[in-house]
């Protein structure tokens, strides 16, 4: 497995999708699919690996998402939690856990990294001015400002980040800033914050970035590189809401922990639940060892939006804290559009994975296909029905179905569906086709072991290619009545070609 050969076990994570509304396909390229590949990649290769995910359950969006549809955050939370974990289920994504971060242990392991940093004075105690709501009478988190952005001029930028450009921003970046609450311009008050001093840990971000030069994706490290460049500026870890996980001091009563920074704690908290549900060490995979061979290989899969958060932000707090792995890859995809435009949760503009599952039951394969076919890994892609359409048609029925139709016809029509062998197991006998399985093989394991998915979905079809052309060259229809034994032998090799392709195909 190149460089990750060197690792004893595998900490593998998907970002933790918001417990406020469903999937969408977006979301499946982005984060999940891929991680799926990857997990099921490793776990065939017999690989000591943790898969972890879960519901992020915090943060203004939680509570924006409850005020719109007249409820509790818990009800939204726990009706949002069944749904996704339930997606997830039907469409294979096999986590070893989907946790929450509502938990009592991810609650207190949150406090224990807060603490942690606290203690040893790493955090910027200052007041700030925030926006304030005078109609709610409430300062107002960052999804609770809409504004322009100062970058690309977005209408409608959060108060934390413009998802148009993917710039990270402060709530007093924003232009014309306006309450999603009351619909009115907020003004300034006086709050007290704890801040990560980002500015503080930057040269030592530089350098850590620069060894990953060459590994990660060319889109992952120029965004980085361009965010250390612009300068970093300390960032509050705290926020004045009325949902999340408590402040843990006595002078930050009412005030919550920043969901990204509680958030990404919440892979952690997933890995202790697992390792006491299945009496596992999780420290193994999260703590430094005293060998650093020793140490895990974490992988963050997320989208391109959460790149700061994944290479930035959380590794400081891993640093800061001291006990804590680094990430080794951050292998972020870009985004999946539809039709033609940007997906939309607002718009109702996505294929939302549940209806999917309800309106094509048993189409869960089709959709992994062509998702995989055009993950968006180092640009923005496509979905359309129309391509949906064709390549099941063009790819799945009539190069690999056809190949595995063909083999299996007339596998019954001269020899009733029975291999005819003395030998415990089949072996290739035609050298030339067995190079080129080879081949294919590695291919697809130099293109999974870096993160280029659809190369290797396209090696596995170009194998069935293989198989088609083979069987068209050997003519086992014509043989069968001049050298029935080279027609046997045909297609022997076709149906042990048909199980290189069904084991390959296991990954995706």
Known sequence: MSQLNKFKRYTITSALPYANGPLHIGHLAGAYLPADIFVRYLRLKKRDVVYVCGSDEHGAAITIKAKKEGTTPQA???KYNAQIKKSFEDFGIAFDIYHRTSSPIHHDLSKEFFLNLYEKGEFEEKFSEQYYDEEYN???????????????HNENAYGDQCEKCGTSLSPTDLINPVSTLSGKTPILKPTKHWYLPLDKYQPWLEKWIDTKEGDWKVNV????????KSGLHPRSMTRDLDWGIDVPLEEAKGKKLYVWLDAPIGYISATKQWAIDNNKDWQLYWKKQQNDEDDSCLIHFIGKDNIVFHCITFPSVLHAHGEYILPYNVPANEFLNL??????????????LHEYLEEFPGKQDELRYVLTSILPE??????TWKDYQARVNNELVAILGNYVNRVMILMHKYYNGVIETSADYLELTDNKLKEEIGGYYDELEKSLETFKFRQGLQAVIDMARLGNRYLTEKEPWKTIKTDPEAAKEALHNSVILIGHLATCLQVF
């Open 76 to 78: 939204i939370i726990d």
């Open 138 to 152: 409430q300062f107002l988190a960052d999804r609770y400002i809409i504004g322009t952005c100062p970058n690309c």
């Open 221 to 228: 490290f120029g965004q980085c590189k361009s965010w250390l």
């Open 339 to 352: 039709e033609g435009d940007k997906l939309s949760t607002s718009r109702n503009h996505a294929v939302w």
């Open 378 to 383: 180092t640009s923005d892609s496509e979905f």
